[in-house]
Nanobody
Framework: QVQLVESGGGLVQAGGSLRLSCVVSGRIFSINAMAWYRQAPGKQRELVAGISSGGRTNYADSVKGRFTISRDNTKNTVYLQMNSVKPEDTAVYYC???????????????WGQGTQVAVST
């Protein structure tokens, strides 16, 4: 059974930093793209940042220059370094991974349970 477990969320002051981690565990053959999404109260879930298996990254315009996504393939872990955070970054952050559980299986999306990030003024 595949599990994605996020950690690192919490309360931070505006202008501060936070680092989120997400560990993928279980029966995994390969992990393709990984990403971070977020959902603020009353809003739809949105893509924050993504990273391919080769390390190519993409970011939402709202976080470019402030957030950095990275991954450690030896640890099946993806990170989100959040700098210069703003109150509008307040949301539940979800880890997402497109992975295959066997050689012959197709890639499927898996999600973590989410971690809350709250930015105070």
């Amino acid at each position: 059974q595949v599990q994605l477990v996020e950690s690192g969320g919490g309360l931070v002051q505006a202008g501060g930093s936070l680092r989120l981690s997400c560990v993928v565990s279980g029966r995994i053959f390969s992990i393709n793209a990984m990403a971070w999404y977020r959902q603020a109260p009353g809003k739809q879930r949105e893509l924050v940042a993504g990273i391919s298996s080769g390390g190519r990254t993409n970011y939402a315009d709202s976080v470019k220059g402030r957030f950095t996504i990275s991954r450690d393939n030896t640890k099946n872990t993806v990170y989100l370094q959040m700098n210069s955070v703003k109150p509008e970054d307040t949301a539940v952050y979800y880890c997402n991974a497109d992975l295959r559980v066997t050689l012959k299986s197709r890639g499927s999306d898996y999600w973590g349970q989410g971690t809350q990030v709250a930015v105070s003024t």
